[in-house]
């Protein structure tokens, strides 16, 4: 026993060290036992209100209003991957839209037709449920060979209008649809876009700002010309093609379309036939119901870019141009940014020198093919997704990665590209963002499955964790706006189970130990000193 | 086969099964076969004519053969269109 004097009631105290621990103090004449004051904590930690339920052990950020919550984060991945509605089909040259009306996902494609051995076009309805997807009846637009297709929603006035190449001729022709449900109902009977010529690489992309459609493609007729023209659908869906303005005075193809919603134009990004295929851009806006050039014909860069894609930010007012690189004859995939200068102008990062604007693995190199993007306005990242071969763990499945971009250094922040998609033989992949369910899209060939339409909803893994708000371990249990006791660096949590000793943990992206870094950010949690603790790191 | 032809050289610039309907209007051509309709806004009966009774080539392109005497030949110095290769 040991003696003490108890500072508040200046009385002397008595530890029973043989009890229970309690203080004997005496008090009026007589000896009253008491729990002593809890032992202040020992190592490195921080009293912080929690915002959400934590648990003991839990891995712990500090948020930016200086609250500290759970680490959370959700699996990345494919998620109802569906055969599409003409099932029994090669499907190829898929193209989709997103209609924000009936909310479903459109896609036009060309389908091997078994009984006519032709392939016709096609155009079918998806609906995304949460992270279900179904598709209703795929409905045929053309019945003669149908080569290239692409499909835009007319917001305005609230039908689709179909873009595509009819028979082996290749005449451009254009078809409206209203849409109910996941049923499609012509409104416009076939129009040729420009008399009996012949068309390559048509494309077709809405103007919000000029209520109408503009057309895109390469004049097989004309030396391949790029040409547009405005298409003005009324709101009984009846179009109206109006005059052509040629963007390019040499051969097109391989046409891609963004509209800059901040410059108020149609950015059109080709190869140039005439040019050994090197990338050129051009712009056309609409005034009045004209489609007009704006800047006609400009070279990107001189060296070989591939299965190219863009996509557009406005957030940032900046495009992001995805290519397999040819030029260094590695076929990995890069992306060039396209950064809007002056009027109706563009300068742009260049042609690839290092591995900074990589976004494919290596060792061992892989090459990405078939490269597609989106913007996700959910997120602010650019997404780019292809289909991937390093010849050993990756065989041609969809792959994909996203991205940031800080515009005042132009430096680009990947995150680790992953696999998508569960099938390994994909092709003609085609992603489209619903922004109704807030889910990736992505069309496909399945070439192991006989080539039939694949589609499923997409998703990159996703995380609280950041590079920079990791905390530490929570020391015990709290529920939202309690104030939490936090280990941090140097301390020991106990609360763990499993862990092997002298292993350095990483924080995953749901919070969890693991002993490799998460994919999204590189954190380090600490060493462990036993199996149900961890020396934070 | 019916031809749809183009005035100015006198190409054939499609074909058309002898079933098809090709009606020359003043401000547009519309061709309609079965439940099918195609039209051609960018022409009328002055810039377009049709001829009947031709067979398509099978080397076919548009605008590869002309109209002579009711028959096709090759225009002169006529080069091959390439078609879509591409994705």
Known sequence: MSRARDVASNNLALINPTSDGNLLTASSGAWVSQAPAPAPPSGNQVEMVASGTIANGDTVILNSDGTVSAITGAAGGEFSEVTMSNNASTIMKTKGTFHSVENKVVVVCQSYNTSTANYDGVIMAATISGDTLTFGSAHVFNTNYTNDVDVAYDVSANHLVVIYEDTTSQYGTVKAFSLSGTTFTETQSALR?????????????????????????????????????????????????????????????????????????????????????????????????????????????QTGWEQSDIAYN???????????YAGNGSYEGYIVLLIPSGTHAYTNTGAPSGTANRFTTNPPSETAS?????????????????????????????????????????????????????????HYI???????????????????DGNKGHAGIYKFPSTTLTTSNFLGFASGSYTNGQTATIQTTGNVDDAQSGLVINTTYFVQSDGSLGTSPSGLANVTAGKAIAATKILIA | MKA????????????????????????????????????????????????????????????????????????????????????
């Open chain 2, 4 to 87: 749809l032809v183009r005035r100015s050289d006198n190409t054939v610039g499609e074909f058309f099964p002898d079933s098809a309907s090709i009606a020359l209007e003043a401000d547009k051509v519309v061709v309609t076969q079965g439940d099918a309709t195609i039209t051609f806004p960018d022409d009328n009966d002055s810039t377009m004519s049709v001829v009947e009774g031709l067979e398509q080539p099978e080397d076919f392109q548009p605008h590869k053969y002309e109209v002579v005497d009711g028959a096709l030949s090759v225009v002169d110095g006529w080069v091959d269109l390439v078609f879509d290769v591409e994705e």
């Open chain 1, 193 to 301: 876009i420009n008399s009996t010529n012949s068309a390559r690489s048509v494309r077709i992309q809405y103007d919000p700002d000029n209520n109408c459609t503009v057309q895109f493609c390469g004049n097989i007729s004309s030396s391949n010309y790029g040409q547009a023209r405005a298409i003005v659908c009324s709101n009984s869906g009846a179009l109206t093609i109006h005059n052509v303005t040629t963007f390019a005075s040499h051969g097109t193809e391989k046409i891609k379309t963004i509209y800059n919603t901040t410059e108020n134009h149609h950015l059109i990004v080709y190869e140039n036939l005439n040019n050994s295929n090197y990338s050129h851009y051009a712009i056309v806006n609409v005034i009045g119901t004209q489609a007009t050039t704006q800047s006609s014909g400009q070279s990107i860069m």
């Open chain 1, 430 to 448: 085609n992603p489209v963002y619903d922004t109704n369910s807030d889910r990736m899209f992505i069309a496909y060939q399945d070439q192991t």
């Open chain 1, 370 to 426: 078939w490269t597609r993007m989106m913007y996700n306005p959910d997120t602010q990242k650019f997404n780019v997704f292809w289909y991937g071969n390093n010849s050993t763990t990756i065989i041609n499945p969809i792959r994909g990665a996203q991205f940031t971009v800080d515009t005042s250094t132009n430096a680009i922040t990947f995150e680790t590209a992953i696999t998508l998609s569960t099938t390994s033989g994909v």
């Open chain 1, 314 to 324: 406005p957030d940032q007012n900046i495009v992001a141009f995805s290519g397999q």
